[in-house]
């Protein structure tokens, strides 16, 4: 073995870790196969795509967690028709790219999609209990840094107890009141933590059922759950509160509970996904190339996204378009470089460039909700997935519009300068000259 001092970052967290570097090398290689079959990129792909009705696909190979791989649910080609379908249709886009480049303009279309796993494991604990005012308050291992989460697992508990979000308090990465917490990470948290919410909950509502049953005097299978307490169904004037359930669930006496059933309505649980859930994606935008400057203008960006069922649709939305704003960041802006002498040279954000909002282009994002059938609420994770196409769609897009060049963009972030150089001294020789497979109809 060696050890090797080095002054440059061999390794730091990411959103996405690795996927976009190797979603980068995949799809720039069904780039380069279908310019050698002389074929359009998202032929190629509809061509290779599993289909709805293969699902669960077996990979063949073993995920991490020592689980074979299954992609579990999904309708990869419909995500990419979707997404295609936004930008106009493939045949009018190629229309229009090869009306342009006989007046002169370089439009290009990138494509780039991935399938993720998500909702990693091993496991994630919650809390849930019902207070003495009957609200419901739950406590999860997970600690988020924006995403959203408390919005979601209130969500996800007043759905599991037909309550108004209001009626939930969440308390996130309080070792006080769940000992053990796997961490926000891997796309993980929304199936981990609200898996362990559900679990939680169930165990509860055995206990909640048995008392409204006993002083209702009402069979357990004759019980709902309505407005927040237990009614009898079809009969609008029997109903507890959780509130009269919690009292008489106090421990001590003069308070009505079954026999059998312990004081307390509070329980701690601990959910272990038997392995990861699928999500998947499709990328597509329209760039426009300034052959006198080389800039890169995006038109238009679009992602067809399939996370399971959404708890909350504007969180959803929120998380995928933050990863793509990120993603073009990394694809047109972001760069760590060093000198000759290995000294950093972008150690501020005066030399370190992120997107401002000047930066960020028209963005459709489009959910497709196909239900993961590995979990019981039927979601899969979403906060890494807006970020991992986005370098190579651009380098895709940039490479099609200068495919009259034979242009090959093999890296990020895509300079201005290296792709005027692809033009040369004159960069319009090649609009009446050239033209490519796509752009014939």
Known sequence: ?????????????????????????????????????????????????????????????????????????GDYPKALERALEELGGLKSIRKRQKDALSQGRYIGLGLGCYVEGTGVGPFEGARVKIDATGKIVVATGACPQGQGHETVFAQVTADLWKVPIEDVYVTVADTAHVTMGYGTLASRSTVTASGAIQLASD????KVFAIASDILETGEQDLELRDSGVGVKGVPGMHISFRDIATAARPGWGHKRPEGIDAGLEVTSYYEPP???????????????????????????????????????????????GGLVQGLGGG?????????????????????????????????????????????????????????????????????????????????????????????????KATSTTTTPEMDE
Request: proline residues 8%.
């Open 1 to 73: 073995s060696k050890i090797v001092l080095t002054n440059r970052t061999p390794n730091a967290p990411y959103r996405g870790a690795g996927r976009p570097e190797v979603g980068f090398a995949m799809e720039r290689a069904v780039d380069l196969v279908a310019n050698e079959l002389d074929l359009d990129p998202a032929e190629v792909r509809f061509r290779n795509m599993i289909k709805a009705d293969q699902m669960p696909y077996s990979v063949g190979l073993t995920y991490r967690d020592g689980v074979p791989i299954v992609y579990d649910s």
């Open 275 to 321: 392995t990861v859930t699928w999500a998947y994606a499709s990328n597509a935008a329209i760039v426009e190339v300034n052959p006198a400057t080389g800039q890169v203008l995006i038109e238009n960006y679009v992602e067809v996204h399939d996370a399971g069922v959404l708890v909350n649709p504007a969180i959803a939305d929120g998380q995928v378009k």
């Open 203 to 206: 165990e509860i509502k055995e």
């Open 332 to 428: 047109l802006l972001e760069e760590i470089t060093y000198d000759e002498n290995g000294q950093l040279l972008t150690g501020s954000f005066m030399d370190y460039l992120l997107p401002s909002a000047s930066d960020v282009p028209p963005i459709t994002v489009i959910h497709l909700e196909t239900p993961s059938p590995l979990n019981s609420l039927g979601v899969k994770g979403l906060g890494e997935g807006g970020a991992i196409a986005p370098p190579v769609v651009i380098a895709n897009a940039v490479c099609d519009a200068l495919r009259p060049f034979k242009a090959e963009i093999n890296s990020t972030p895509v300079r201005w300068g290296d792709v005027a150089a692809i033009f040369g001294d004159d960069p319009f």
